[in-house]
């Protein structure tokens, strides 16, 4: 998770404001270990994670979330 959020502030220094949100809300996490500071990171960001075992549903529901949005 620590390179996920790492990406993500990488992603703050290149792109303006408008392209940082296309970005991470283009992208989908998984994740065995979830933690609250985490967890908090990619909710105030608008960061899709799931946790590992992840239901073939869910990945489902997330990825069209992803695909549809504009």
């Known amino acids: 998770m620590l390179d996920i959020i790492k990406w993500l502030r990488e992603i703050e220094h290149l792109a303006n404001k408008v392209y940082q ?29 799931l946790i590992k075992p992840v239901e073939i549903n869910s990945l489902r529901k997330a990825a069209s979330k992803i695909i549809l949005s504009k």
């Open 21 to 49: 949100q296309a970005l991470k809300t283009r992208f989908l996490f998984m994740t065995g270990n979830l933690s609250k500071e985490n967890k908090a990171f990619c909710s105030e960001n608008r960061v899709t994670c």
